[in-house]
T-cell receptor, first 111, second 116 residues
């Protein structure tokens, strides 16, 4: 299972793009990269996931490097409600589903 | 609306007591998971299930057990609660079709357990 590494904290000005990096250098070819976030004490919430190609949905964009050793979650226009802990995780597709979470990045959106 | 619920939301118990945390989902998801969350450790997988009568150990399963008698529920039991098990516990589910799945996990609101 891939181990993920993220910076413990980041700040972003409101209205600006937030770029959250994740290193998953040991990821295998069939492991997906997933991003979740946790607001205050709520349960984690799904944001986006991808395997090889860049992905975009209504919440965010996911950029995965060609070698798949790292990825970046982009919140295009951060709002105060985006203040949360963001988790990069991996899940194995070949044998069984096993999601691993690191300690996440605490994103503080500043007015 | 379909949802995933946990009960109780807060629990205080004493060392040595047996405690059961409930998790119930109405999505008819095959896969269900239990995690604990502690400062400095993120989320750690305790047990997981891919369907009725199926249970598997996660990375921190010692002192915990689960059983899956129906699709909707995966109760987590602490056989003899210890202070080290003071934590926030999250249940999650995903659609899945058995073990091979990359589906999104949907998390419950969590249970805060304190063991005195």
């Amino acid at each position: 299972d891939a181990k993920t590494t993220q910076p413990p904290s980041m700040d972003c000005a409101e209205g600006r793009a937030a770029n959250l990096p994740c290193n998953h250098s040991t990821i295998s070819g069939n492991e997906y990269v997933y991003w979740y976030r946790q607001i205050h004490s709520q349960g984690p919430q799904y944001i986006i996931h991808g395997l090889k190609n860049n992905e975009t949905n209504e919440m965010a964009s996911l950029i995965i490097t060609e070698d798949r050793k790292s990825s970046t979650l982009i919140l295009p226009h951060a709002t105060l409600r985006d203040t949360a802990v963001y988790y990069c995780s991996s899940t194995y597709s070949g044998g069984y589903q096993k999601v691993t979470f690191g300690i996440g990045t605490k994103l503080q959106v500043i007015p | 609306d379909a949802e995933i619920t946990q009960s109780p939301r807060h629990k205080i118990t004493e060392t040595g007591r047996q405690v059961t945390l409930a998790c119930h989902q109405t999505w008819n998801h095959n896969n269900m998971f239990w995690y604990r969350q502690d400062l400095g450790h993120g989320l750690r997988l305790i047990h997981y299930s891919y369907g009725v009568q199926d249970t598997n150990k996660g990375e921190v399963s010692d002192g915990y057990s689960v059983s899956r008698s129906n699709t909707e529920d995966l109760p987590l039991t602490l056989e003899s609660a210890a202070s080290s098990q003071t934590s926030v516990y999250f249940c999650a589910s995903s659609p899945g079709t058995g073990p091979i799945s990359t589906d999104t996990q949907y998390f419950g609101p969590g249970t805060r357990l304190t063991v005195l």
